[in-house]
């Protein structure tokens, strides 16, 4: 019987991983993927719907979509994990792997942050996103906070971008000067991995009159008030809150028993668990590297080689590299570009290249590259 590999979550890792397999043994395997959406949606695209550049409906890649001999895509919501048994359980039914692989990623918890929900938006999720796109257009002047209120935290460039691009949306509707925008991070500089990065980030800031307040988190929003208190009891007045929220790892993953601190452990180089035959990739890690899709993607790609390896009696591969690039939007047709390395026994180290409209077509590429590979669209 052909090897089952069951691929929980559908995200950058679980399409990466399944267009690989299915790739190297087509139907010599078989392949189920499992994700409660129906949909894959690019999380620089949130940004776009956030802002008006894109809708829903035309950055959605609907799982329906994918057709690739061996794979089986079942849009089910996962209720249960079992590790020692290799079995996952749906509202739809049941699975037993002979491999397992966890790509379920970080869920929200915007109702951790006191006052978030009932005070001020979050942008990290669809919905968020797609509420924004409402409410942005009532702002026309006073004072915007983009918060961090936790870490870890996915994607660490985009509340910079979305510093940014607000700055643009304002400036083209004439009302900026009316405004106010402040950046609120847990760290002294954007992006630490990377001085030049973080250089060129604070350099557009000034230029666009942006506050940056370093090393401080959004612990809760007083609505009453219209007020952000820091995590060192700081004030900060709000007309317009932009948050991101608390990540956690999905419910069903804590109650399988596979966290260790709140996220799932695993071999840096080989991404396995401490349960045979089950690997984990991406944001429901806590492998080290930050929790971005292009991280995802890289472990996945390593996944697959030892999966081919261990099933073709191959040459395993020599481990996850800690290596991925995220595209930085700089606002005005710019982007920047930061590749940065974790895992490799020393500090992690960042290449910046510097914003441009050639790596605006990069960006682009990047995206449509995927949709073709992932989801055979061109």
């Known amino acids: 019987?052909?090897?089952?590999?069951?691929?929980?979550?559908?995200?950058?890792?679980?399409?990466?991983?399944?267009?690989?397999?299915?790739?190297?043994?087509?139907?010599?395997?078989?392949?189920?993927?499992?994700?409660?959406?129906?949909?894959f949606v690019f999380g620089y695209s949130k940004l776009d719907v956030m802002f008006g550049r894109e809708r829903t409906d035309t950055v959605r890649l609907p799982y329906s979509s994918i057709s690739k001999p061996g794979v089986h895509?079942?849009?089910?919501?996962?209720?249960?994990?079992?590790?020692?048994?290799?079995?996952?359980?749906?509202?739809?039914?049941?699975?037993?792997?002979?491999?397992?692989?966890?790509?379920?990623?970080a869920d929200y918890d915007p109702a951790a942050t006191p006052g978030l929900v009932e005070g001020g938006n979050e942008f990290y999720s669809v919905a968020g996103a797609e509420r924004l796109r409402e409410v942005l257009p009532g702002f026309s002047k006073g004072r915007a906070i983009v918060g961090v209120t936790s870490t870890p935290f996915k994607c660490p460039p985009a509340p910079s971008e979305a510093a940014l691009l607000l700055h643009d949306y304002l400036t083209a509707r004439g009302v900026r000067d009316a405004c106010e925008i402040s950046l609120v991070m847990p760290f002294g500089v954007p992006i630490p991995p990377s001085p030049e990065t973080s250089e060129a980030l604070l350099d557009a800031f000034a230029e666009r009159d942006i506050t940056f307040v370093p090393d401080r988190l959004v612990r809760s929003l007083d609505p009453a008030r219209r007020v952000a208190i820091l995590d060192d009891?700081?004030?900060?007045?709000?007309?317009?809150?932009?948050?991101?929220?608390?990540?956690?790892?999905?419910?069903?993953?804590?109650?399988?028993?596979?966290?260790?601190?709140?996220?799932?452990?695993?071999n840096s180089l080989t991404l396995e668990t401490r349960f045979p035959g089950i690997y984990a990739v991406g944001d429901v890690t806590s492998v080290g590297t930050p929790k971005a899709g292009v991280f995802s993607e890289g472990a996945a790609r390593v996944v697959a080689t030892e999966i081919i390896a261990a099933?073709?009696?191959?040459?395993?591969?020599?481990?996850?590299?800690?290596?991925?690039?995220?595209?930085?939007?700089?606002?005005?047709?710019?982007?920047?570009?930061?590749?940065?390395?974790?895992?490799?026994?020393?500090?992690?180290?960042?290449?910046?290249?510097?914003?441009?409209a050639a790596l605006v077509a990069e960006k682009k590429d990047f995206g449509s590259s995927r949709r073709a590979r992932w989801f055979g669209l061109d």
């Open 1 to 39: 019987m052909s090897p089952h590999v069951v691929i929980c979550g559908a995200g950058f890792g679980g399409l990466e991983l399944t267009a690989r397999l299915s790739a190297a043994f087509g139907r010599e395997i078989d392949i189920t993927l499992i994700d409660k959406n129906d949909a």
């Open 73 to 105: 895509f079942r849009q089910e919501t996962i209720t249960a994990i079992d590790p020692e048994a290799r079995r996952v359980t749906t509202d739809g039914g049941s699975y037993d792997a002979d491999i397992l692989v966890v790509a379920l990623g």
């Open 233 to 266: 009891e700081t004030e900060m007045p709000y007309d317009l809150f932009l948050g991101i929220p608390k990540h956690r790892v999905p419910g069903v993953v804590a109650a399988s028993g596979m966290t260790e601190d709140g996220w799932i452990p695993v």
């Open 311 to 356: 099933l073709e009696s191959g040459e395993q591969p020599a481990g996850y590299d800690g290596i991925g690039s995220c595209y930085i939007e700089f606002g005005s047709g710019r982007v920047g570009r930061v590749e940065v390395q974790f895992l490799s026994g020393q500090p992690p180290t960042g290449t910046y290249y510097g914003a441009s």
